[in-house]
């Protein structure tokens, strides 16, 4: 194997751009920490695709790890797909995403594979509506969704629209593994294979997925009286711009108050620390410009339009940034009422959440007699039951407490502009009944119990930061705790363990205790951290969550 300076020097040696080998020689002659977290393994291309800080380096996200992954998917489509393949891709507003994004069709079409490139940046739900509408083999986002500016990535999803699952997404991790040089990848038509068109996509495409997006209103008549609800939106220089208000104003909204400064898509992000609406500072300038106009909702989205973060008004008045549990506890609780209410509910419905995602969900969907599915963490995973049980069943909507969540079928991944549509029209609804969005939570609340969740992370960056992490794993693994806060441990779920859990393995651990409490441990896939999340029931439920982040906290 070699080591790390032995790549950084095949790189100087090799056919790279004159750019890239100045950068390279810059990191070994200034550098030696960054020159090995740069070259130490090549960036890792996992199940849903790559995600890494941009730079030059096998670990890092440039043109020609961009191209060599491309290049493992195109041999996948060629080895295992029959006839004609097409491959929609889009981008957000990051740094070199458009550049990325032409890469990666550059190298499709010269494989012979078609490709639907959007025209400039879209969100990542509407990359996977146009997979469905196209019919198309797979699609490419160029994002790193919420991370902070230096990074991007790249997902990857398959014909049902959905993030690529078992057994696809190992086998195109193996190809692209095989792509162990730059001189493996068609950057340049190849002989003997014709290249394929690249065919834009635009307004067209945005015509038909806000006019699908109009059929799942339930409460028109609701937003038509409350029209003049005061909402906050801001993008946080993302691509939702693009489509959030004016999807807001047709189903009936028309005080849509922006927020000037963050309309701009620019992958700087330079109003904001990190373009994260779970973040309360990336909310500040919404919340500002909320108590500015006296508008009753913030609705903000991440770069590529996907994570949806809201704010409402508490009994006194003051805006409060609510977590993606309380979000979507509420919005399910509506759309779930709204369906009973016209009687679409007949028993062969379901929704779905995630492992770490409020239990409130599950117990929202039992008093309706909806079937609750707990899946992993990711939102494909929710899109693998809607293929699962298509034709079999009928999704209703399903959520993921990182601000994820989305409702009908076109669209196979989490859409920030279908859920803030629908908090909006929520909004009317309790309106109607004589209830703000805070108090519609508290109703919930006294209906089904308190429940409390809290995620926390710990950063640990670089070689040294990701083998830190491996071993808190394994520590937990070998010595689980006794008990959690003061409760006997009762129960542990190894998610290592499929033959116990009935999913897919994954790298992630739950301890419950006697009282009902839960701690689950998990590294993130996409950044270097390893997040703790803790949740609690009933009305000791804050004083619990702070007790369990004492203990595994340090």
């Not at 960054?34 to 941009?54: H, I, P, S, V």
């Not at 913030?298 to 003051?318: C, M, W």
């Not at 509420?330 to 709204?338: D, H, M, Q, S």
């Not at 701690?519 to 969550?545: L, M, Q």
Request: charged fraction near 25%.
């Amino acid at each position: 194997m070699r080591s790390y300076k032995e790549v950084a020097q095949s790189w100087l040696d090799g056919n790279f751009d004159a750019e890239t080998k100045a950068e390279v020689k810059h990191l070994m002659e200034t550098d030696e920490t960054a020159l090995e977290d740069a070259f130490y393994r090549n960036l890792e291309f996992g199940t849903g695709g790559l995600r890494g800080t941009m730079g030059v380096g096998t670990n890092r996200m440039n043109k020609y790890t961009v191209g060599m992954a491309t290049q493992g998917l195109a041999n996948y489509i060629k080895a295992h797909v029959k006839g004609a393949a097409s491959v929609c891709i889009s981008h957000d507003s990051r740094n070199n995403s458009r550049l990325f994004a032409e890469i990666s069709a550059d190298v499709l079409s010269n494989n012979g594979i078609k490709v639907y490139l959007f025209e400039d940046l879209r969100p990542t739900p509407e990359l996977s509506y146009s997979i469905r509408i196209k019919k198309a083999t797979a699609g490419i986002m160029v994002t790193a969704s919420h991370n902070p500016k230096e990074y991007n990535g790249y997902k990857v999803f398959w014909s049902d629209g959905g993030q690529i699952t078992a057994p696809v997404d190992k086998d195109i991790v193996a190809e692209v593994g095989k792509i162990e040089d730059p001189a493996q990848v068609a950057f340049q038509p190849l002989p003997g294979i014709e290249k394929a068109p690249i065919e834009i996509m635009g307004a067209a495409e945005d015509e038909l997925y806000l006019k699908d997006q109009l059929s799942l209103m339930l409460s028109p008549e609701a937003v038509k009286k409350h029209s003049d609800l005061k909402i906050v939106y801001t993008p946080l220089h993302g691509c939702g711009v693009r489509l959030m208000p004016e999807a807001l104003k047709r189903i009936g909204f028309k005080n849509i108050i922006h927020v000037p400064e963050q309309e701009v898509p620019d992958g700087n992000f330079p109003t904001v620390a990190s373009p994260n609406p779970e973040e309360p500072a990336a909310m500040a300038m919404a919340l500002a410009k909320a108590d500015e106009t006296g508008a009753d909702l913030v609705l903000a989205t991440d770069p590529d339009a996907d994570r949806l973060g809201i704010a409402v008004r508490n009994d006194e008045g003051k805006m409060v940034q609510l977590t993606g549990n309380q979000t979507w506890s509420f919005l399910t609780y509506y759309i779930l009422k709204r369906w009973q209410e016209l009687g679409k509910l007949n028993g062969n419905q379901y929704c779905v959440k995630t492992i770490v995602t409020s239990e409130l969900l599950a117990a929202i969907c039992e008093s309706f007699g909806v079937k609750c599915y707990n899946v992993l963490t990711g939102f494909k995973y929710i899109a693998e039951i809607q293929k699962q049980q298509e034709g079999k069943s009928e999704f209703i909507c399903g959520g993921e407490e990182s601000y994820g969540f989305n409702l009908g079928s076109f669209v196979r991944d989490k859409c920030a502009q279908v859920a803030g549509c629908a908090v909006a029209e929520c909004a009317a609804w309790a309106a109607e009944q004589g209830l703000t969005l805070w108090q519609l939570l508290q109703k919930v609340y006294k209906e089904y119990g308190l429940y409390v969740e809290k995620m926390v992370y710990i950063v640990r960056k670089g070689k040294s930061g990701a083998e830190e992490i491996q071993k808190i794993m394994a520590d937990y693994r070998a010595c689980p705790p006794k008990e959690i806060a003061g409760s006997p441990l009762v129960k542990v779920i190894d998610y290592n363990k499929p033959e116990e859990t009935g999913l897919p393995k994954s790298n992630v651990l739950q301890f419950y205790n006697a009282a009902g409490d839960v701690v689950t441990v998990r590294p993130s896939g996409t950044e270097p951290k390893i997040k703790f999340y803790f949740g609690a029931k009933g009305s000791d439920a804050p004083a619990k969550i702070e007790a369990l982040k004492a203990q595994f906290i340090s």
